[in-house]
């Protein structure tokens, strides 16, 4: 499995920003997909994430102010930021689950830079 990020960039306080993850490869055996982050001197954390069957998932601390989505004809999933804040600012990374009886995989895209300025 391939991912591919983008969307990330400068935004100022209070702005928007989209992350799109485009997935490529086996997928048809991923069981969902989902957004990290990773600030500076931090653990890479869940934003969200997106089962197979639709159901999402959201770190507390986001809940309303990040959405994400998925375009299963492109095989995309999409994370609306919206209200950022400067502690958003991090690296944010695509992720997709293999869920097995016995196994899990992980598979992570490069990260993308989210820089939000007060």
């Known amino acids: 499995v391939q991912l591919q990020a983008s969307g990330g960039g400068l935004v100022q306080a209070g702005g928007s920003l989209r992350l799109s993850c485009v997935a490529s490869g086996n997928i048809f055996s991923i069981s969902r997909m989902g957004w990290y982050r990773q600030a500076p001197g931090k653990q890479r954390d869940l934003v969200a994430f997106?089962?197979?069957?639709?159901?999402?998932n959201y770190a507390d601390s986001l809940k309303g102010r990040f959405t994400i989505s998925r375009n299963n004809a492109s095989d995309t999933i999409y994370l609306q930021m919206n209200s950022l804040k400067p502690e958003d600012t991090a690296v944010y990374y695509c992720?997709?689950?293999?869920?097995?009886?016995?196994?899990?995989?992980?598979?992570w895209g490069l990260g993308t830079q989210v820089t939000v300025s007060s």
């Open positions: 997106i089962t197979s069957g639709g159901t999402t």
């Open positions: 992720n997709a689950l293999r869920l097995r009886v016995s196994s899990r995989d992980d598979f």
